[in-house]
């Protein structure tokens, strides 16, 4: 399946359980159990078990209707099945990120992420999401985290709209500039 065919099956799909969730007051339980049956589904065994085409839809409902029916919600237990009735249950991760994103905007919140090669001070975490209010409403819920191979500078997630301003970045982007501009005529010269 290409990403873009993907993306159009995923985005309803969310949308649809998230307004069943939305008109039964559920909008969290709901975002919570799907989270609790993806941590399932991503067990290697029951991953297979569960995609495996030659395993009968029968004994995969039974599971279902045995394990998962006494723990989650009506509505939850409804979305798995049908999920599980098109042999469908990898695509239920991608599912999630889109509720979440749905579910986000229902509630104004503004997710940022904040990428550094090393440690960040509060101050400047305080900067950032200063200025990120500066032109947001929502509620600003944010994560930091390291990753060395960025080499230095900064990267922030508001949503999905990422600003890149690392060090890894700004030497790819200069490598893409001298290669794309005929970067080879310097060496002409000599």
């Known amino acids: 399946m290409k ?3 993907k993306i159009k099956l995923l985005k309803p799909t969310a949308k649809s359980i998230f307004e069943i969730a939305r ?17 399932l589904f991503q067990d290697e065994d029951i991953k297979k ?10 004994k995969k409902r039974e599971i279902i209707e045995n394990k998962l029916k006494p723990i989650f919600s009506k509505a939850t237990f409804v979305f798995i099945s049908i ?5 469908v249950m990898e695509i239920l991760p991608d599912i999630l990120s889109f509720y979440k994103e749905i579910s986000d905007e229902y509630y104004n919140v503004v997710r940022v992420r904040i990428i550094t090669a090393d440690e960040i001070d509060k101050e400047t975490v305080d900067n950032i999401i200063k200025t990120v209010k500066c032109f947001s409403k929502g509620d600003i819920v944010y994560t930091t985290e390291t990753d060395k191979d960025i080499i230095g500078g900064i990267i922030v997630h508001v949503d999905s709209v ?10 790819n982007r200069l490598q893409d500039k001298f290669i794309n501009s005929g ?3 310097i060496f002409k010269i000599f």
């Not at 039964?24 to 989270?35: G, P, R």
């Not at 999920?83 to 042999?87: A, K, T």
């Not at 990422?162 to 030497?171: E, H, L, R």
């Open 3 to 5: 990403d873009i065919d």
């Open 23 to 39: 008109e039964l007051n559920m909008v969290d339980k709901i975002y919570n159990e799907l989270v609790e049956c993806s941590k």
């Open 49 to 58: 078990y569960f995609v495996d085409k030659s395993v009968p839809k029968k």
């Open 83 to 87: 999920l599980m009735e098109h042999e």
């Open 162 to 171: 990422v600003y890149d301003y690392s060090v890894k970045n700004q030497v």
């Open 183 to 185: 970067g080879n005529k």
